[in-house]
């Protein structure tokens, strides 16, 4: 059994503004009238399970599907308590990231879960990024440096773009953060380890 850290993602309680680290992926939000929905297509099952029990810790509703491409695809219900992270993650109809943004703990954990990746030396950990929200990306590695984390910025390259996290200090911090890997989560490919 581990330590729990003051700092990490188990040691702050579940709130609705910690899907604001799907948007800092590539999750979608929508709003309609009085209400707002968050979405992601993500690549593999045990991901849109994990972020499905992340968004019913913030005591919201979750629905997992499939696109019309075939892939896992998890939304949370349509509800006003979305709206204010629509207007903070968007301008108009793009995709932004709220000006001086520095993600929490467990924003990090919905964004390692929902796009974070090991890269095959299993020595860095990637979060990932919009491809199609590219003005995101340095605000993004901005916000990373906030929390103490300076990352490097990769391109549009398979198996896309992201902010790479590489050294034993900076992945220790991360892990201190992030805290254990929530239920469902493939560790070997998907959560930082040191």
Known sequence: MSQLSFFSAESIPPAVTDLAGMLAGHGQVVTNED?????????????????????????????VTRSDEGSPLVRTQATPALLPLSVQWTKGAVKSVPAGWVPNPRQLRV??????RMEEDGERFVFGLDPHATQTHAPLAQALMRVGIAPTQLGNRTPGPGLRI????????????????????????AWPQI
């Open 166 to 189: 590489a050294g034993k200090k900076r992945l220790t911090k991360l892990v201190e953060y992030l805290g254990e890997a929530p239920r469902h989560v493939d560790v070997e490919a």
């Open 35 to 63: 209400r707002a929905r968050i979405s992601i297509v993500v690549d593999r099952d045990w991901r849109a399970q994990a972020i499905a029990e992340l968004i019913a810790q913030c005591g919201l509703g979750a629905e």
């Open 111 to 116: 964004w390692a879960v929902s796009s974070g």
